[in-house]
């Protein structure tokens, strides 16, 4: 909502001119925008309720008797709101913010004049969000789900987020943003998570506050969401189970887990069904639980199709337990139909059998270190799928990269330097990028909560086919705790996420637009037109079935890849996944193509369908679901 808008909103009641006067009204727009919702002043999209308002102990520091006398209690927390935000942009002046933003914008053009971009890539687009996107997901529908809770705070030297807070504070929050609406505030839409009151003792409903949760896909594209935020003690794990809709852009609520989870994680199997394992438990900080959850369970179909929504479905407990002793561990499902399990600890490094539901040892990690949040990347294998598992970061004083491959562990080529909070990628070409990075949760190298950071962690890291490691352009923004990335269908890469820089670099503290997105576009889309495809199967793909697909350039198809869409969040994605097809015939503009030949190789689900030309250059992709058609 526009200042102006609210200016007026606010202007339709007397009491509030009087109370607050100009200066409330350029300096406090967030919480002005719920005063607006509670005299009926904010439009919603149709068919959606606003969540409730969200009470501070901030804002209860500032409520007034008279008013809640004259006014009612809703009316009077939104002017008491107002006060509290005029208070807290004060803690850390718009000044710093806009002048170190523009600092960052002059530091990264200038450095990345030095990069070209039909070698590097470059950093194209740079704009403002709604979310601050602690998690994010690609959908199979080309939009992404960004998602985090709603912040406490303005101030990044402290905690924006409601970790500690029980009650309506502790609420999560989610937006799409619609690449196809380009950049501006339209392009993103506002959808809720259910209103849930939570079994904190207090009796206030509040949107589910299911930020650090885990999360995957299942086979017909929604997204499941598991565990988040209880609140106190450290950060007490929620038994949520969640289900995004990617097709009606709608959030469902199913039975509870058995056990609360604050940062899980979760990955989805051959057979389509989503294990759920690790997280601190409902008792607090300190309690992981080795509790390995199934959704659907055993008993339940997996949905297939995108009118199959599993609605009242639980979790089942699998028979093997998962003792994790810290959380977010890696799970990748690899093309022998297991579940491999990297813990940030040396020595917890498992391999899950789905079927027959047992736990088995893998050899520990030969650093010998724990690796804080830091990434790690399923290898391209070809067409079977991949077979072995690049780690990286998570110690800020080592570079190394580890692959474990045939039950064993070998060094790769290392990065630059040491980082954590990174996120790699897997691009449409088989090479890897890495975006993001910090020397260790909210420390950017000056301390905790001191957000001027070690520059050096804007800088990515390209690496290609052969496994060579080289510095790229810069991001605008460094990016640590909570900040993610995806892939776009159209091979570009969105980077977001990190509340705490987003708002120590925020040019207007005061809108509702709290976080930022950047786009880079990799060096293949600066190598010459892209190849066409034009038309896919729009019914499911069998495994190891061929298939048809049109292209306008069948003479500069050489390749034709799958590549998983992300959903991320921590450092942790699960999902990656980059399988090659075979083109086994061409006739005119019709290519015929094989698909993976089992679920171990590509389990079910929606994928981006490339085609490559001699160079690597992708075209835009067209999306595909393979699975076992009915």
Not at 442 to 448: E, S
Request: charged share 20%; with cysteine.
């Amino acid at each position: 909502m526009s200042r102006r808008k609210l200016s007026a909103a606010l202007s339709a009641c007397a009491v509030v001119s009087a109370l607050t006067g100009a200066t409330l009204m350029t300096t406090a727009a967030p919480a002005l925008a719920r005063a607006a919702q509670v005299h009926g002043h904010d439009d919603h999209p149709a068919g959606q309720e606003a969540g409730p308002h969200i009470t501070s102990p901030r804002v209860m520091a500032e409520m007034r008797p008279d008013e809640v006398a004259s006014l009612g209690q809703e009316h009077a927390e939104a002017h008491a709101s107002a006060r509290a935000a005029i208070r807290g942009v004060g803690d850390y002046p718009q000044p710093t913010r806009t002048n170190r933003l523009n600092a960052l914008t002059d530091s990264q053009a200038k450095i990345n004049a030095g990069f070209d971009p039909a070698t590097s890539g470059a950093f194209k687009q740079y704009f403002p969000s709604p979310e601050f996107a602690a998690h994010i997901a690609m959908l199979p529908t080309g939009k992404v789900l960004l998602f985090s809770f709603e912040r406490i705070e303005t101030n990044p030297e402290k905690e924006p987020a409601p970790t500690q807070t029980t009650g309506k504070e502790n609420a999560g929050r989610a937006f799409l943003w619609d690449p196809a609406k380009g950049t501006g505030p339209d392009a993103f839409t506002k959808v809720t998570p259910p209103v849930i009151d939570m079994p904190d003792g207090l009796g206030e409903p509040r949107p589910a506050p299911f930020f650090c949760a885990g999360h995957s896909f299942l086979p017909n594209g929604m997204l499941g969401v598991f565990g988040g935020n209880l609140g106190g003690n450290g950060g007490s794990g929620a038994k949520l189970s969640l289900i995004f809709d990617p097709w009606t852009e709608t959030w469902t609520r199913n039975p509870d887990m058995s056990v609360g989870r604050w940062y899980p994680s979760v990955v989805t199997g051959a057979d389509g069904r989503q294990l759920i394992m690790s997280g601190q438990s409902e008792l607090g900080w300190g309690t992981p639980t080795p509790v390995v959850e199934r959704f659907p369970a055993k008993d339940f179909p997996v949905p297939q199709t995108k009118s199959d929504l599993p609605r009242d479905t639980p979790v089942d407990t699998f028979r093997a337990s998962a003792p994790f002793t810290l959380d977010y561990p890696h799970l990748f499902s690899m093309r022998d139909g297991n579940i491999y399990g990297f813990g940030r600890h040396p020595g917890e490094q498992w391999l899950f059998d789905p079927n027959n539901e047992t736990r088995s040892d893998l050899p520990a990690r030969p650093d010998g270190k724990k690796r804080n949040y830091g990434s790690a990347v399923p290898l391209p294998g070809g067409t079977e799928g991949p077979d072995a598992t690049l780690l990286l970061g998570g110690d800020r004083d080592n570079p190394n990269t580890l692959k474990f491959a045939n039950g064993a562990w070998t060094a790769e080529k290392s990065r630059a330097f040491g980082r954590t909070q990174d996120d790699t990628l897997l691009l449409p070409d088989g090479t890897l990028m890495t975006v993001n990075g910090a020397y260790d949760i909210r420390d950017y190298g000056n301390g905790p909560y001191n957000p001027n950071a070690d520059l050096k962690y804007r800088q990515t890291e390209l690496r290609d086919a052969q496994g060579n490691w080289r510095l790229g352009p810069v991001q605008r923004l460094p990016r640590g705790y909570h900040s993610n990335a995806v892939v776009l269908p159209d091979g570009r890469v969105m980077v977001t996420g990190d509340e705490l820089q987003q708002l120590a670099n925020d040019p207007d503290i005061t809108d509702d637009m709290n976080g930022t997105i950047e786009i880079y576009e990799p060096a293949y889309l600066a190598q010459g037109a892209r190849p066409a495809l034009d038309r896919v199967p729009q019914s499911m793909i069998g495994f190891g079935s061929r298939f048809l697909v049109n292209t306008s350039t069948p003479t500069r198809a050489a390749r034709a890849v799958l590549l998983s869409p992300t959903t991320a969040t921590h450092s942790v994605n699960t999902s990656q996944r980059h399988v090659e097809l075979r083109i086994t015939s061409r006739a005119g503009t019709k290519l015929e193509l094989q698909a993976p030949p089992s679920a171990a190789a590509a389990p079910p689900g929606y994928y981006m369908l490339f085609l490559l030309d001699d160079k690597g250059v992708p075209s835009t992709a067209q999306w595909v679901q393979v699975g076992t058609p009915s």
